[in-house]
């Protein structure tokens, strides 16, 4: 092979590995067009558990195969101006289909900072699940390891929802309004 044909080879070589490279390389979709978090809302809020560690296993008794009920929750951080409200939303997004909601609880009142275990905070609101219940539903894979996120927004507002309010309304008000979040994500496998 001549010098000059190498050099052609190399260079087409070069362009067309840039080409690939560069495919699929646009804009990708926020992984929270679909799910309750939000894409505008800063990630200053520091949500953490007694009962496991961020990226951590959950333990038994907070899924379905356990007693199912809510874990210890506390957060710290929400930026320079004091929340109106806080929402807490647990979701699993390597569900089939789509994000599988397990509970939204929201105007948790602004000076509250945690949720004890197997309780929802005074004067806050929870709003059907992804099961149809307004209630902790605990994780549940068929099979394989799921994600669990538990995340908290602060909100500039209560969003003013009763108990059982429908689960779009109450994420559509939590996407559109949170200023600042927090997520702990948990661990939990079933089956093979």
Known sequence: MSRMSRRNAVLAFLLCAAAVSGCGGGETSDPGDNDA?????????????TAFADGGSIPVRFTCDGDETSPPLAWTGGGAAKPAAWALVVDDPD???????????????????????????????????????????????????H???????????????????????????VRSSADDQGTLVGLYSRGS
């Open 37 to 49: 978090r939000t894409g505008s809302a800063r990630t200053s809020i520091t949500v953490t558990s």
């Open 95 to 145: 569900a089939s289909g789509d994000t599988f909601v397990h509970w939204v609880v929201l105007d948790i009142p602004p000076a509250t900072r945690s949720v004890a275990e197997g309780a929802v905070p005074a004067g806050a609101t929870q709003v059907t699940n992804s099961a149809g219940s307004a209630s902790y539903a605990g994780p549940c894979p068929p099979s394989g390891t």
């Open 147 to 173: 994600h669990y996120r538990f995340t908290v927004y602060a909100l500039p507002a209560p969003t003013g929802l009763t108990d059982g309010a429908g689960l779009d309304e109450a994420l559509a008000k």
